[in-house]
């Protein structure tokens, strides 16, 4: 109500505005919103309980807020009819919920059980039937994205929806265009991916009307108007004008800035417009060209609400925005890796790159075979970090960027110290526990002799180092594979 007294759109729904209000900077802002939680779990280092309900019941006595429906059940038949008796009693809150978590209530056990790399092995999700409504498909647009990627996105007549408005939904590729056999002016059904994303679910077939046309993924660049491909085995369309289409440019400088990448404050997609379409910003070494003389008074685009409110780009933006980008010349190997953008490397593909060869330089050089030998790449991530190095353009901007004092290489600190080459060619996978190591000493031994840690067996893996409690899928695999399961004292021989 504040937000539209003052002719700003309200927000989307309680998640966004909880998340962006989080992100601001000014603290005075942030205390007048009002925010609240649930604290939902205690951390130490020694437990000081013995069970995660005890834990909660002594943050309440602290003075935290800890959820009043939490309920220790004795066994699964309690379990289930809790999740059951909540289906319909949450529409009763006065919060959003989207399901139920379960969890291992000892702490013993928590910790026993452990962690996989995303998520905690002693609790799970379980996820209610997300609300679907009906409404009409009234066009699909076709948005490009920073590789390239061709995304259909239906336009829908307005609808409620899990508390918010929602006039668009993303078909994700052609594929799925075909599977649901879309057309135009088809009453379509509509859920909340997570209850966050909107995404078309189906078609109501008998109100289709009589001679509709029927939705055809486009064959051009909907920006550039090149001529799309669909690589095998590839699910979207792309856009192969990466040096010339001003969403995959803008897309790409946008990614750049990014908070996982080089965090460079101030520089959000408005400015990221404002750069490119004044010319100042055409690639992402250009940022580092920008200086005040440049971005004084650049003229920012009008209100969407209001023409006449326009804005100019003032000191203080202009002096947060430079030092954001000098201190971004800051950011360690992995992360410039990771902010070129080259298609499959994600911010832990980057990290074993940069870990593995050390400089840019030797992942310029490095043949197919090295890349794919390098932990976690592929085929498909070696091919496109090949192909990306050949493009001149691109070892233009990477030059450039060397030249502005940005990190291409790993710090002295960061780099493995060689202790032998005892393990050189082999490679490992890690799994059980151990008596005298930590997995993680365990693998840091590894590299320091020379040899490569992989997360997954395959035919080329040497050895598998098998603790108490190994995966029985993982043995299962190394027998099939014929590769040799060895143990702690093995592989200490091994080194000695």
């Given amino acids: 109500a504040e937000r539209e007294e003052i002719g700003d759109s309200p927000f989307a729904n309680p998640r966004n505005s909880a998340s962006g209000t989080l992100k601001m900077q000014d603290s005075a802002e942030v205390a007048s919103r009002g925010l609240s939680c649930f604290s939902y779990a205690l951390y130490e280092d020694k437990p000081s309980y013995k069970s995660h309900q005890d834990s909660l019941s002594a943050i309440k006595d602290w003075g935290f807020k800890v959820s009043e429906h939490t309920k220790t059940c004795k066994d699964l038949q309690a379990v289930y009819?809790?999740?059951?008796?909540?289906?319909?009693?949450?529409?009763?809150?006065?919060y959003d919920i989207d399901g139920v978590v379960i969890k291992v209530n000892s702490l013993d056990q928590q910790n026993e059980l452990g962690f996989t790399a995303k998520s905690p092995r002693w609790a799970i999700a379980y996820k209610y039937k997300a609300e679907s409504v009906s409404t009409k498909l009234q066009s699909v647009d076709y948005q490009v994205g920073r590789t390239g990627a061709i995304t259909p996105v239906a336009n829908l007549a307005p609808v409620q929806l899990a508390g918010t408005t929602v006039k668009r939904a993303s078909v994700h590729n052609a594929d799925q265009i075909e599977k649901l056999d879309l057309h135009?002016?088809?009453?379509?059904?509509?859920?909340?991916?997570?209850?966050?994303?909107?995404?078309?679910?189906?078609?109501?077939?008998?109100?289709r009307k009589k001679g509709s046309k029927a939705v055809k993924f486009i064959s051009k660049c909907p920006e550039c108007g090149t001529k799309l491909i669909?690589?095998?085995?590839?699910?979207?369309?792309?856009?192969?004008?990466?040096?010339?289409?001003?969403?995959?440019?803008?897309?790409?400088?946008?990614?750049?800035?990014?908070?996982?990448?080089?965090?460079?404050?101030?520089?959000?997609?408005?400015?990221?417009?404002?750069?490119?379409?004044?010319?100042?910003?055409?690639?992402?070494?250009?940022?580092?060209?920008?200086?005040?003389?440049?971005?004084?008074?650049?003229?920012?685009?009008?209100?969407?609400?209001?023409?006449?409110?326009?804005?100019?780009?003032?000191?203080?933006?202009?002096?947060?925005?430079?030092?954001?980008?000098?201190?971004?010349?800051?950011?360690?190997?992995?992360k410039v890796l990771f902010a070129l953008g080259i298609r499959h490397v994600g911010n832990t593909v980057a990290k074993k790159l940069a870990k593995h060869f050390g400089s840019i330089d030797k992942i310029k050089a490095a043949?197919?075979?090295?890349?794919?030998?390098?932990?976690?790449?592929?085929?498909?991530?070696?091919?496109?970090?090949?192909?990306?190095?050949?493009?001149?353009?691109?070892?233009?901007?990477?030059?450039?960027?060397?030249?502005?004092?940005?990190?291409?290489?790993?710090?002295?600190?960061?780099?493995?110290?060689a202790l032998s080459s005892k393990l050189e060619n082999m490679s490992f996978v890690v799994s059980g526990v151990f008596d005298n190591y930590s997995r993680t000493e365990l693998k840091s031994i590894i590299e320091q002799n020379g040899g490569k840690n992989v997360s997954a067996l395959s035919s080329k893996t040497s050895f598998l180092i098998a603790g108490n409690e190994a995966g029985p899928s993982k043995l299962t695999k190394a027998e099939k594979f014929k590769i040799k399961v060895i143990s702690e004292n093995d592989f200490a021989k091994m080194i000695a």
Avoid at 380 to 406: C, H
Wanted: hydrophobic share 35%; proline share 3%.
């Fill in 81 to 94: 009819k809790f999740i059951d008796n909540w289906e319909e009693k949450r529409f009763k809150l006065g």
């Fill in 184 to 207: 135009l002016e088809d009453m379509v059904f509509v859920e909340k991916g997570g209850e966050i994303i909107p995404k078309i679910t189906g078609v109501d077939l008998k109100k």
């Fill in 230 to 334: 669909r690589e095998e085995g590839e699910a979207q369309h792309f856009c192969p004008n990466d040096t010339g289409c001003a969403p995959q440019i803008k897309g790409r400088v946008e990614h750049f800035a990014s908070r996982t990448a080089m965090d460079i404050d101030g520089f959000g997609t408005e400015t990221v417009d404002l750069l490119f379409e004044t010319g100042l910003v055409n690639n992402v070494a250009d940022i580092y060209s920008l200086d005040e003389k440049k971005l004084l008074g650049l003229e920012r685009k009008a209100h969407k609400n209001d023409a006449s409110r326009k804005s100019t780009l003032k000191e203080k933006s202009v002096d947060r925005l430079l030092k954001g980008i000098e201190k971004s010349k800051e950011m360690p190997f992995e």
């Fill in 367 to 417: 043949t197919f075979d090295e890349l794919e030998n390098t932990p976690d790449v592929g085929e498909k991530i070696a091919e496109s970090i090949l192909l990306f190095f050949k493009d001149k353009t691109n070892n233009k901007i990477v030059e450039r960027l060397l030249d502005y004092g940005l990190h291409f290489e790993l710090d002295e600190a960061d780099v493995v110290q």
